[in-house]
């Protein structure tokens, strides 16, 4: 329908049928607005992705077959292990060992699959003891039944350390950055956007212009050199902190935009003149009336802000510029794949970087699908 | 459009302001100054040289107050004077002049690949909406938004290395590093940059992709395209002259925030290829809080980055007649 | 429907457009929108026909059926849009030509001239006035761009625009409102269509704006002698400008005939709800206007038997919630859809 028809009207416009029930008008626009996500078939999958990452980054220490630390050096640069479900036809799971030669001119280790040696898997073995919310415990998920054994799921590094497991550890770090960063990044983006958007005139032209200074700038160089300040001398948490602000410093511009770019639609919308007309103070109208209509959308944009702040700490750490070992964070992790003559013998070094690629378009399918949901003027 | 150049020219003194003021706050920042720095260097080489220190001190102003020091750096950047290298023992300004023009030649030509796949493809995207080649660009687009650059230049220099056992890195083979220039040194060059420019311009592509799409989409529902269909032109030719024209501006004028992402993933993507551009310099340069190195790199980065987007917002107003004539 | 007339056919002598059973759906979400539900019109030559409705009530969807313009999630799913260009053509089924080939193009613009709601948006800002103007003629006929201008111009000229020659190089928005609907007016008339679609052209200007367009509209259909299919929910406008109304209601024609007849002898209840319901020209002010009750229900939702049936306050029960109303011919080309019509014959 074209908008003349939707504007001159004899008679009022007609709700349409899927205005939903009548009654409270705040929920049934949440309600409606889940009913439009459902709909979007990739972002509810990205949902559950992100579920399932978030969980297995809380438990890592018992999803994780062996610990952050835990290294072997006879088995550094070991090739991944091709899972084997089925044992001489019945159902069992089991990996075969490695077989290793070392070059004795180059001292170049290879290993080969040792079919000879079995080492069967399964679900809650003991292993390396963990404690996880103050409960001490060695059982995990999964990993080789005999403590000890070789399993290098997705392959060693150059200490003999489970790639895999530690992919798994990093993501404690890596992915919690995104969501404080983010938090960070929302009082201040809902502050400086708010205020901007709401007062208008001149405190808004500042802001934008700080705003606009901000995003003409690269980000990187600035991150690296703000980081590159941090003291030697901190610890895992200080730095972590430290990071997490100095991304935050940069990515609350994005939204406070959105956030500007809606008070100042609506602060001229009938319901905020109604509600100044009533004397309701201005903070007043700001959290009770502004905040709540534009919460669809600052939601979707607080999940797009995910991502920039999960790669800016991979890039920043990837250049050992951010975390710093025995920290692991995927980009600290991604850093050992830095030499290409490591990486060109293995190549498996990379694949912290799919858990990244992973998160990252998880979040830009959900931003994605919870931005449309909450657009009222869908096509 | 008289007022409008000048009013985005008033504009660009608080920023550069702003620029130079966080660019001696980098520089500031790490504890301890930029003396202490150098004297725990020359005491690691064994011998601490009074009167290097002494200049070095009366150089920079360092027993005055912060915002004196800030004048005697902004001066004498004026006058070309960036400050001093302790890394290189050199001049800052002769280290960050040939690798700076590097820097910004990888970044306009990757802005140049950008712009040159992701405007036919955002076209394609928005007039086959839905269609099997707009899914594919999409997730495409989506991916390279995931992939962080390095991840990327690393993946591609896997490839490149593994199964054409071309050795990525640097931007000459080894034969040609010091010859003179002909035609197999260029295409040597060629050979080695195209991989980063790729690289750099990958995010942009998929970033901008998305912005035409959806733009254009916009633009094709609007009035003023019924009224060319209504003359009876082609769709082809209606859809050129008048869509694709009016997203243009909109297309273009993202240079605001690509070309500062673009000058970040150069910095990245240079560490990783090795190349001798700005980013490798100002790595070793942090790490080794060689400050005035850093701050410089970082300002003139800044710098450079708030001028391009400066320059093309003003052709683009100049391309916009309701700007041109002084309608906004 | 046997499809083999149209209310008014038989009374309109050399028909340039005949619309016979139009059927245009919409797919929307959750179901499909039948915009146009079986609309029958014909518009004879030189004569202005105007199709007269709510908002939703199917007249936009109709006219943008003819051109082909019609949104990519809209169908045409039966009927015929019979036009010719000169009295002696053979009629060409518009609804079956490829909306993208050279025939539907051929038609667009030179055959048929359309002139929309918003002259602020309807033209590219970006491009000059003589540019798109020029273009009409440079698409259909083989000129040099120099000879498109000079036609350009006078027919700016033609539309009252003063100075027509330096307004070529300006740009939509140095124009006013008003200025800009004569420059659509220009740019349709360019080719000397038969038949013009004016879009509800004067919805968006002001009154005295609209009352200077009307004007422009009657003039240069005495000149030129084209056919007018005119759009619009506002009966003032109709009063004005129709020689033939068809008023329309949830995608059907419910009442068609001659200006006075509709104005002075309305028989289907809606039409006279809906005369009721405006202020008459001239006339005392004070008192309240009778409005239609209810409202137009949701697209998706249309009643059972006759469509108007819930808001009509002459609806018989058992019959009008049941069965769709008969056609009913009221003589002199007055013909209305409506049981009403039934008893009074």
Known sequence: ?379 | MGRYVLRRLLYLIPTIFLISAVSFLIIQLPPGSYLDTVIAEMAAEGRVDETRIAVLEQRYGLDEPLHVQYLTWIGGMLHGDFGESFLWNAPVSELIGSRLLLSVAISLCALLVTWMLAFPIGIYSAVRRYSFGDYAFTMVGFVGLAVPEFLLGLGLAYVAFTWFGQDVGGLFSPEFQDSAWNLGKVLDLLSNVWMPIVVVGAAGTAALIRTLRSTLLDELAKPYVDTARAKGLTERRLLLKYPVRMALGPFLSTVGWVLPALVSGEVVVSIVFNLPTTGPLLLQALKAQDMYLAGSFIMILSLLTVLGTLLSDLLLAWSDPRIRYGNR | MNGEWTPGEADVKEPVLRIRDLRTHIGVDGGVVRAVDGVDLAVGRGETLCLVGESGSGKSVAARSVMRLLVPSARIVTGEILFSREPEDDPVDLARLDPRGPAMRAVRGAGIGMVFQEPMSSLSPVHTVGDQVAEMALTHSAISKREAREQAAQMLDHVGITQPRKRLDDYPFQLSGGMRQRVMIAMALMCNPALLIADEPTTALDVTTQAQILDLLRRIQDEHGMAILFITHDMGVVAEMAERVAVMYLGRVVETGGVTEIFDAPRHPYTRAMLASIPSIGGARGGELPAITGSVPPPLHRPRGCSFHPRCAVAVAGRCDEHAPPRIDLGDGHWMECVHGEESR
């Open chain 1, 1 to 379: 329908m074209r908008k003349a028809d939707r504007v001159a009207t004899m008679t009022p416009p007609v709700p349409s049928a899927s205005a939903g029930p009548p009654g409270d008008g705040q929920a049934s626009q949440r309600r409606l607005i889940w009913r439009r996500f459902r709909r979007h078939r990739v972002a509810m999958v990205s949902l559950c992705v992100l579920a399932v990452a978030y969980l297995v980054a809380i438990l890592s220490p018992f999803v994780a077959p062996s610990s952050a630390g835990a290294y072997d050096a006879d088995y550094a640069y070991a090739p991944p292990q091709r899972v084997h479900v089925l044992d001489d036809g019945r159902l069992g799971l089991y990996v075969y060992g490695y077989r290793s030669d070392t070059d004795p001119v180059s001292l170049a280790r290879t290993f080969t699959v040792d079919e000879s040696r079995k080492i069967p898997l399964g679900f809650f073995v003991r292993g390396e003891p963990y404690s996880l919310f103050g409960f001490e415990s060695d059982v995990h998920l999964f990993g080789p039944q005999r403590v000890g054994d070789p399993f290098y799921l997705t392959g060693a590094n150059s200490q003999g350390q489970d790639v895999f497991s530690r992919t798994l550890h990093a993501a404690r770090i890596s992915m919690s950055v995104g969501l404080v960063g983010v938090f960070l990044s929302f009082v201040l983006g809902v502050l400086i956007g708010g205020v901007s958007g709401f007062f208008a005139g001149r405190v808004d032209t500042v802001i934008q212009r700080l705003i606009e200074f901000i995003i003409a700038v690269p980000a990187i160089p600035l991150w690296m050199g703000l980081s590159a300040a941090l003291p030697p001398g901190w610890s895992t948490l200080q730095i972590y902190f430290g990071i997490t602000i100095i991304l935050s410093l940069i990515g609350w511009t994005g939204l406070a935009r959105v956030v500007r770019g809606q008070f100042l639609s609506l602060r001229e919308e009938e319901f905020t003149v109604a509600a100044r007309l009533d004397g309701v103070g201005r903070l007043r109208i700001i959290v009770r009336h502004l905040l709540p209509s534009c919460a669809g959308y600052i939601i979707a944009a607080l999940t797009l802000a995910i991502p920039g702040m999960i790669l800016g700490e991979t890039t920043l750490s990837f250049l050992g510029l951010g975390m710093q070992p025995p920290a692991v964070s995927w980009g600290v992790l991604l850093q050992e794949g830095q030499n290409l003559r490591a990486l060109s013998s293995a190549p498996w070094l990379l694949f912290p970087g799919l858990a990244v690629v992973l998160v990252v378009l998880a979040f830009n399918f959900l931003g994605d699908g919870l931005r449309d949901a909450a657009d009222p003027y869908e096509r």
